[in-house]
Nanobody
Framework: QVQLVESGGGLVQPGGSLRLSCAAS????????MGWYRQAPGKERELVAV???????NYAESVKGRFTISRDSAKNTVYLQMNSLKPEDTAVYYC?????????WGQGTQVTVSQ
């Protein structure tokens, strides 16, 4: 069984930074893509950033220039460096890892940007 364990969320002031991590454990397949989604209260879950095994990265327009996704395929770990955080970045952040025939979700980690 594969589990994704996230860490790094918390409370931060506007303009601050956080780094999220997500590590896969268990008998892991080869992951073709690793990414981060977020869901704010009353809103649908949205894609934040994704990194493919081929080295491509894509970001939501709202986070471009502020967030950076990276992955360590050898460690089955994906990171999200979040800088210049804004109150509208407040959400539960979920990691997602995809393989050839499916994918896995993390349990979510809360990020709150507030004074």
């Amino acid at each position: 069984q594969v589990q994704l364990v996230e860490s790094g969320g918390g409370l931060v002031q506007p303009g601050g930074s956080l780094r999220l991590s997500c590590a896969a454990s268990g008998t892991t397949p080869r992951f073709t893509a690793m990414g981060w989604y977020r869901q704010a209260p009353g809103k649908e879950r949205e894609l934040v950033a994704v990194a493919t095994s081929g080295g491509t990265t894509n970001y939501a327009e709202s986070v471009k220039g502020r967030f950076t996704i990276s992955r360590d395929s050898a460690k089955n770990t994906v990171y999200l460096q979040m800088n210049s955080l804004k109150p509208e970045d407040t959400a539960v952040y979920y990691c997602r890892m995809l393989h050839a025939i499916g994918g896995y979700w993390g349990q979510g980690t809360q990020v709150t940007v507030s004074q």
